[in-house]
Nanobody, 124 residues
Framework: QVQLVESGGGLVQPGGSLRLSCAAS????????IGWFRQAPGKEREGVSC????????YYADSVKGRFTISRDNGKNTVYLQMNSLKPEDTAVYYC?????????????????WGRGTQVTVSS
């Protein structure tokens, strides 16, 4: 069974950090581009970051550039999103998704598999 499971979310104060993990089971991530998306209450789901299958190419939304870092460990079949200097506007449910392509994409419809999400709340 193909599955993506996100973990690492939680409540953090502004300026704090969290590291999200996206673990795959039922398939190997080696040949997949992986994206992180988020959806805040009342807003559309948006692309945050993505990483190519080799890890050699990455994309970041302007809103997170310089604060978030995406990485992958194909040996562990896991992708990470390190989030630093968190702001209240980063509060959202964060989803990871897998795309069977080497080409980066921030478009939701380009992704084949989705996790169920993990809640990130940034508040004092």
């Amino acid at each position: 069974q193909v599955q993506l499971v996100e973990s690492g979310g939680g409540l953090v104060q502004p300026g704090g950090s969290l590291r999200l993990s996206c673990a795959a089971s039922g398939f190997t991530l080696d040949y997949y581009t992986i994206g992180w998306f988020r959806q805040a209450p009342g807003k559309e789901r948006e692309g945050v970051s993505c990483i190519s299958s080799s890890g050699g190419s990455t994309y970041y939304a302007d809103s997170v550039k310089g604060r978030f870092t995406i990485s992958r460990d194909n040996g562990k079949n896991t992708v990470y999103l390190q989030m630093n200097s968190l702001k209240p506007e980063d509060t959202a449910v964060y989803y990871c998704a897998a795309r069977q392509s080497t080409i980066l994409s921030r478009l939701l419809n380009d992704y084949d598999y989705w996790g169920r999400g993990t809640q990130v709340t940034v508040s004092s």
